[in-house]
């Protein structure tokens, strides 16, 4: 039985990260990967060409982003994820939590409104459409903690311990469909927490902490659930091939380990990207307060030196 259309999945042989890591083309995938290099390599060329500076660091971000998409499911590591739970589950945290942080430390969008030309007066080309929905409710709701938390644990729970998982397992589209997911959760998660982009909700420092603390105990406890089960939970990974030299409930085990674990990785990322920003907000702000001070001439100072003066001269 083939569910992935990537090669014979049960005959695979033990897993090791050399046969994991082999080429094992997903053409979806593949094609996606490349337009999404291809269309933010166009739009820094562009700016590059006026004149405009685009950060290094934000280009290799968003590549390293869209790069591990491609790692996870070009290779083989997808052929043994349709049969091992831990592999899948390897696929599962880099696909929702690691690329997505560093694709949205790629700042496509802003990029995106940079590059795009406008279409004219009342036309409405890519650039007003993307400004569109940047404004829509449609993104208001699908960004807002009140959505994007319960998303994120429903995306585990209502997936993997439901028959939905199995069914989505059953075919390659289905398969798909479901990693689109995992990517898309975590797009929507981690936008308004550390997002460089612009976007319709974008709450304060200190409250973008608490959102990103608020899902991380339920990922955490997954993990937990999985490797404290005495029984295999998922029927897609019950009957491992004979080939792979595992046993189902440790392979489970090692899956809840890998929930567990990785939830602390993009937390302390997403902590310490949060603090840089705030850092950088703090030090714009100064710039601010500064460049006022020199246009008023110090008013301020001036008016509370004349009021310490008057003070002085009521105290004779």
Known sequence: MDHSGHGMTM???????????????DPFFLVACLI???????????????GD????????????????????????????????????????????????????????????????????????????????????RYLRIVTHPAFTIPLFIASLYGLYFTPLFDFLMDSKAGHIAMMVHFLAVGLVFFWPIMG????????????????LFAGMPFH?????????????MVDAYRNPPASLGIDALADQTSAGGIAWAFSEVPSVLVLL???FQWYRSEQRQAKRTDRAADRDGDKELEA?????????????
């Open 220 to 232: 955490a406890f997954f993990g937990i659930a999985l490797m404290m089960a005495s029984t295999p």
């Open 53 to 136: 500076k685009w950060p290094a660091g934000r280009t290799l971000a968003y590549a390293v982003g869209v790069l591990i998409v491609l790692l996870t499911m070009c290779t083989r590591l997808n052929d043994y994820g349709m049969v091992m739970f831990s592999v899948h589950m390897v696929q599962h945290m880099l696909i929702s939590m690691l690329a997505p942080i560093l694709i949205l430390l790629g700042a496509p969008i802003t990029l995106a409104l940079r590059a795009l030309p406008t279409a004219g007066r009342g036309r409405k080309g890519p650039r007003e459409l993307l400004l569109m929905l940047l404004h829509s």
């Open 36 to 50: 999404g290099l291809g269309l933010y390599g166009w739009g820094v060329v562009r700016l590059v060409r006026r």
């Open 11 to 25: 005959d695979l042989p033990p897993f090791t990260l050399g046969r994991g890591l082999v080429w094992s083309t």
């Open 273 to 275: 990207a949060l603090l």
């Open 304 to 316: 509370y030196n004349a009021y310490l003066a008057s003070l002085n001269a009521r105290g004779r």
């Open 196 to 211: 460089v982009d612009p976007g319709p909700h974008r709450p304060g420092h200190l409250m973008r902490m608490l959102e």
